[in-house]
Structure formats: C-alpha cells, structure tokens
C-alpha cells in the first residue's frame, strides 16, 4: 500500500451514535476520496477532497460529513449512524484527478463497520 | 462518464494468458479507461489506463478498439495471485471513478 492506512480497522457500533473514520496518508497528495463498497453496488464515491479544506460530494454523501484540515489526513464522520451505513469504507488518494497522467487512485485497507 | 459493462465472471488456466472485456460504447473523445482489480476484502490496485493507444506495464497490456468503444485487459501469464475482481471504468476529468460489478476472474491451477 502507497503509506495510507485507516483507523479503526474494525468498528462495531449502535444507531444513533456519531462515528469518525480517518485516513493517514504519507504521500503528500493532493486528493483524496471516501468510498463505501456493498454487496451488489460495488464501489460508490461518498466524499472528496481536492486540496486542504476544499471538499466535495460524491454519488452517496447523504447522512456524511468529511474534513480536512491539513493534507495528510481526511476524516469522514457519520453524525447519526444507521444500520443502512454498515459497510467497509476504502480511503483513497491521488496525485492529481484521475483525468491526468500518472494519476491513478491508491487505497488504504479498509475500514469494515456495523450498526447494529 | 461513459457506462461500462463487463462480464460477471471468467475463469483461466494458470499460465495462460486471461483477456477480459470490456464495452464502452458511449465513451467520448476524451474519457480514458481505467482497469483496477480487487483481491478478496483488500482496497481495489490500479493496473492501467488509456485513452486511444494500446498501453502496456509490468502488470497488463491495454487493447483499445480503434473506434474505442471497447477494450481488453491481458494478462500474459495469468497466477492464483491474478484471483480478484477487476473494474473497467470510463473517466471523464471529473475527480472520481464510478466503479461497476466488474468482473470476477478465477485463476485454476
């Protein structure tokens, strides 16, 4: 793995209680993504970053925030979690969009979640 | 970004070359095509991209179809470690990759 590596690895938790995951990455890139990967839906983008303190949606960012207050590290928080965001969440990180040369995505490990 | 479809599952001989396919008939002008592959429950690998020219790495060769609307991934010489799902997905300048069902390619010894 491209020095990136996500905490907790593993989290079981109850709805209705806030969660936060984080991604650490040792690369310096500029961005910087969350996804979540289901049974049937394959990978879906939740939130990106492009830069310190500029973020953006994904295809499912509903019931999600993200920060990023300094390059290496992206936190992506559940406010309220629910049952429907069990899942395991990949971090991934980019020199440059994926539209540029070179700039293919690295993934962290995974985090897998539960809301009971 | 241009929708993508794959087979859901292939299977190749060790040693053998595995050539999966990949349809793009929408693609534009200016979307590349990417293959990045999942082994079982680790983060998804690039492997490789293009945009009109075949390309080649340590890892896969790139086949695009001169009208582009379709590619192919080749691995040469195929191992139980090239087991995983692999993603085809047309990009297109936006910062993100829309990853489908991919396809599931089994290595058998």
């Known amino acids: 793995d491209a020095g990136i590596t996500q905490s907790p690895r593993h989290k079981v938790t109850e709805t209705g209680t806030p969660v936060t995951l984080r991604c650490h990455q040792t690369?310096?890139?500029?961005?910087m993504y969350w996804y979540r990967q289901d049974p049937g839906h394959g990978l879906r983008l939740i939130h990106y970053?492009?830069?310190?303190?500029?973020?953006d949606k994904g295809e499912v960012s509903d019931g999600y925030s993200v920060s990023r207050s300094k390059t290496e590290d992206f936190l992506l928080t559940l406010e309220s979690a629910t049952s429907s965001q069990t899942s395991v969440y990949f971090c991934?990180?980019?020199?440059?969009?994926?539209?540029?040369?070179?700039?293919?995505?690295?993934f962290g490990p995974g985090t897998r979640l539960t809301v009971l | 970004d241009a929708k993508t479809t794959q087979p859901p599952s292939m299977d190749c001989a060790e040693g053998r070359a595995a050539n999966l396919p990949c349809n793009h008939s929408?693609?534009?002008?200016?979307?590349?095509v990417y293959w990045y592959r999942q082994i079982h429950s680790q983060g998804p690998q690039y492997i490789i991209h293009?945009?009109?020219n075949n390309e080649t790495n340590e890892m896969a060769s790139l086949i695009i179809t001169e009208d582009r609307k379709s590619s192919t991934l080749i691995l040469p010489h195929a191992t139980l470690r090239d087991t995983a799902v692999y993603y085809c997905?047309?990009?297109?300048?936006?910062?993100?990759?829309?990853f489908g069902q991919g396809t599931r390619l089994t290595i058998n010894p």
């Open positions: 997905i047309a990009v297109q300048g936006a910062q993100k990759l829309v």
């Open positions: 929408t693609i534009s002008g200016n979307e590349y």
């Open positions: 690369e310096n890139h500029r961005y």
């Open positions: 991934a990180i980019s020199w440059g969009p994926p539209l540029a040369v070179d700039n293919e995505q690295f």
């Open positions: 293009g945009l009109k």
């Open positions: 970053s492009y830069g310190v303190k500029d973020t």
